[in-house]
């Protein structure tokens, strides 16, 4: 089970930072990932975090300003998002890779390479 949380109502340039809690497997073992949607568009991929943790990408409109870690001691995940802008405003979910096959670096923000997901968080960016 994945259970975000943290989501809110920040002003333009503010801070939020998202929780991921796991329960009922391991998340250090695998691959995971955050992404956003707006009502009407496609979901997007925001970050996609290594069993490493230190194995990190992020999607172009993000970069810089998002950062993906995990603790395995707690099973979270984490987003910090600095800089928030209006256009951040949309849920936010968190989702985990447990298919074995090797996963592309190309297609680590791709939403469908994923198997389990939260049920999101509204972040909401306004002055």
């Known amino acids: 089970q994945l259970v975000e949380s943290g989501g809110g109502l920040v002003r333009p340039g503010g801070s939020l930072r998202l929780s991921c809690a796991v329960s009922?497997?391991?998340?250090?073992?695998?691959?995971m990932g955050w992404f956003r949607q707006v009502p009407g568009k496609e979901r997007e991929g925001l970050a996609c975090?290594?069993?490493?943790?230190?194995?990190?990408n992020y999607a172009d409109p993000v970069k810089g300003r998002f950062t993906a870690s995990r603790d395995s001691a707690k099973n979270t995940l984490y987003l910090q998002m600095n800089s928030l802008k209006p256009e951040d405003t949309a849920v936010y979910f968190c989702a985990v890779r447990v298919r074995p096959n090797l996963l592309l670096f190309s297609q680590r923000l791709n939403v469908d390479e994923y198997d389990y997901w939260g049920q999101g968080t509204q972040v909401a960016v306004s002055s």
């Open positions: 975090i290594g069993t490493s943790g230190d194995d990190t």
């Open positions: 009922g497997f391991t998340s250090a073992r695998y691959i």
